[in-house]
């Protein structure tokens, strides 16, 4: 359990995360903390997808729920002498918490606010509103059950792919990309956090497939397209 824990803690890191603590068999961290900025919960939202793919890719004999919730909350140095911590107090907590008790295992879920603010980016399902969570929380105490009931919750599925819209990008570009990082190996997730973070997500695979397009056309040699 502790290397796992260790190892999923680059990947709250590299999202622009601060790992609060370790609690039991599980992790808190929050988004937006020092600074908040609008892009946390997207921020949020890929950090648990990419921490539900390494936890897969363990084949552990147990699955983990992730639960995020979006709000304002007490952040800052809590504690006296030489026990203090830079942690989050408040309802946003106990959101969470039943937020990520109301998910099947090996699941990503938001409250509707964070759901406001991903909803463009990611594909993601319902799970409940509020009225329907009653009593569907498996979390613990009357401050979690509370927060359930009144929480519409939604369940992340996966990261829109930029090439998904006819609209904007013709089909035989679709298939053009498709081909160029198969065949090149290339790796575009490493560019999610600073893409969050700067709200263009899906920005550097479109200039890429553009660039070797428009390097193809050209007739540029092999070597400078890659470049």
Excluded at 71 to 88: C, D, P
Excluded at 154 to 166: C, N
Aim: hydrophobic share 45%; with cysteine; proline share 6%.
């Amino acid at each position: 359990l502790n290397g796992l824990l260790g190892r999923l803690e680059p990947i709250v890191t590299a999202y622009h995360g601060h790992l609060d603590r370790f609690s039991g068999s599980g992790l808190r961290a929050e988004f937006g903390v020092p600074v908040a900025t609008p892009q946390s919960p997207v921020l949020a939202a890929l950090a648990g997808l990419q921490l539900q793919k390494k936890a897969a890719q363990e084949r552990l004999p147990w699955k983990m729920r992730l639960g995020i919730a979006h709000g304002k909350a007490l952040v800052g140095l809590i504690g006296t002498g030489s026990r203090r911590s830079y942690t989050v107090l408040g309802g946003l907590t106990r959101l969470a918490e039943a937020v990520e008790q109301a998910g099947a295992p090996g699941s990503v879920c938001v409250d509707e606010r964070a759901h406001e603010r991903i909803a463009g980016a990611f594909l993601t399902r319902p799970l409940f509103t509020g009225k329907s969570a009653e009593g569907s929380a498996r979390g613990s105490g009357v401050a979690t059950e509370r927060a359930a009931r009144s929480a519409d919750i939604y369940e992340v599925l996966a990261l829109k792919a930029p090439f998904d819209d006819p609209a904007r990008l013709p089909p035989q570009l679709l298939e053009h990309a498709e081909r160029l990082f198969r065949s090149e190996g290339l790796k575009p997730d490493m560019l999610l956090p600073l893409e969050a973070l700067m709200g263009g997500l899906g920005h550097s695979r479109v200039t890429a497939v553009l660039s070797y397009a428009a390097a193809e056309a050209l007739g540029l040699p092999a070597q400078t397209k890659r470049a």
